[in-house]
T-cell receptor, first 113, second 120 residues
């Protein structure tokens, strides 16, 4: 039978440029968010998190921005490197739901040397 | 130190067969999670253990899915009578509680490489 494939959003950037990866989350009640990086053949790896009482949080070469009004998260990667090539997921967590996270579809980032 | 390991890395099963997927968490990690990741999608939560207690199994898609962690370390995810829609990567993650005796959502989950299950 015919198979239907899901196509990840993709982003290609030149090495050294800044990257911005966007995520629309689903539940306005979510109050904690994580960005993960997943390289081919590996499990997701924690990058940075943010609580809903913050609009911005910075890490090493990464910044997460949260806009609760439009339920939007973004991950900014400064001076993108070839090793940053991966699929990036945002994950949301609702209060009082324990450790259950809901992951987005993901964005595939390709860094061109 | 070693990270989370999973075995086998690849499993091919005929429809109707039972499979067992193993997860070895990081030593000392109290919490263990199983996720299912379909091709091109994000991981979906299946179940969660704290030590040997299965505290949340709300994500298991059917009663064909069963997980156990009898001694609070290694965990096995068993899928009975596999169906084609079970084809996915099954990810395991573990975490160590930063608050004594209690895992919180801010405790970093460390993921294994996953087991890719293909059901023919």
């Amino acid at each position: 039978g015919e198979s239907v494939g899901l196509h990840l959003p993709t982003l290609s950037v030149q090495e050294g440029d800044n990257s911005i990866i966007n995520c629309a989350y689903s539940n306005s009640a979510s109050d904690y968010f994580i960005w993960y990086k997943q390289e081919s053949g590996k499990g997701p790896q924690f990058i940075i998190d943010i609580r809903s009482n913050m609009d911005k949080r910075q890490g090493q070469r990464v910044t997460v921005l949260l806009n609760k009004t439009v339920k939007h998260l973004s991950l900014q990667i400064a001076a993108t490197q070839p090793g940053d090539s991966a699929v990036y997921f945002c994950a949301e967590n609702l209060p009082n739901t324990g450790n259950q996270f809901y992951f987005g579809t993901g964005t595939s980032l390709t860094v061109i040397p | 130190g070693a990270g989370v390991s999973q075995s086998p890395r690849y499993k091919v099963a005929k429809r109707g067969q039972d499979v067992a997927l193993r997860c070895d968490p990081i030593s000392g990690h109290v919490s263990l999670f199983w996720y299912q990741q379909a091709l091109g999608q994000g991981p979906e939560f299946l179940t969660y253990f704290q030590n040997e207690a299965q505290l949340d199994k709300s994500g298991l898609p059917s009663d064909r899915f069963f997980a156990e962690r009898p001694e609070g370390s290694v965990s096995t995810l068993k899928i009975q009578r596999t169906q084609q829609e079970d084809s996915a990567v099954y990810l395991c993650a573990s975490s160590f509680p930063t608050r004594e005796g209690q895992t919180t959502r801010t405790d970093t989950q460390y993921f294994g490489p996953g087991t890719r299950l293909t059901v023919l």
